[in-house]
Every structure is written in C-alpha cells, then in structure tokens.
C-alpha cells in the first residue's frame, strides 16, 4: 500500500514569505518531527519554474530540507529527507531531524499520484505575484 502525499503552501507571514507543508496519510509531517511552530520550506525554493525541482527525485537519492524548528534550522537543524525515485515508486527516507526529536517513517508513494500533487501545487503560483 502507497503513502499519499498532500502538499499545501501557506501564505506569507509577518516572519516568512510563503512556505510549503506536507501531510503524508493525513498527518503534518513537519508539525510531527519538529513541533506546531516548525516551518516548511520556502515555496519558491522547492516549486522551482522551468526546471526540475528538488522534491522530484531521481535514480540517485536528493537530500531535501522539508522543514525546520521555529527557532531555525540555523540554531537547531533542519529537517531534512533523501528523496529518491525507483521505477513507479518515490521513497522518502533517511530522515534527518532537528534536536534528536524521533524520526518520520519511511514514505513510499505511487510515482504518479506523486507527481500529479507536484504538479497540483506547482501549478497555482499566486504565492510568486508580487502583493
């Protein structure tokens, strides 16, 4: 059985400009590894236009930063994940996390269903227009 992945991006903030966060089974996976004041990656570094992005995958495994503490990934780390794809199926695994705090699952997602919620989201730039 395939994990499902939902990516959302949460508007600009008084500390942030728009940032992306990740239910995988319904769960934030952020909020899970790092606490309620944790924070995603910043949308436009992840949604890249035009090239291939970073939460893709490939044939050899990506590490991606997915989230960070509310204090910065500066002070404590960042949360971070090897993406990697294998034939039909993007895993998400060896997990990096800030502070020692326990460690996400292994995540296996069916390589289209993958890339449709890439798509989805990088579809709908409204977080890139200038306010």
Not at 87 to 101: A, L
Request: aromatic share 12%; glycine share 16%.
């Amino acid at each position: 059985m395939f994990d499902r992945l939902e990516i959302k991006v949460l508007p600009p903030g008084p500390r942030y400009v728009a940032q992306l966060r990740f239910w995988v089974n319904g769960e934030d996976v952020v909020a899970g590894a790092v606490g309620e004041g944790g924070r995603g990656p910043y949308a436009s570094a992840v949604l890249l236009v035009g090239e291939r992005g970073p939460l893709e995958g490939s044939g050899e495994p990506w590490r991606v930063e997915v989230g960070e503490p509310d204090c910065t990934g500066g002070c404590c780390g960042f949360l971070s994940v090897a993406v990697q794809r294998f034939g039909d199926v993007v895993q998400w695994s060896d997990w990096q996390v800030p502070k020692g705090e326990g460690a996400p699952l292994e995540f296996h997602f069916e390589a289209g269903a993958y890339d449709a919620e890439l798509a989805r989201v990088g579809a709908d730039r409204w977080w890139s227009v200038p306010g």
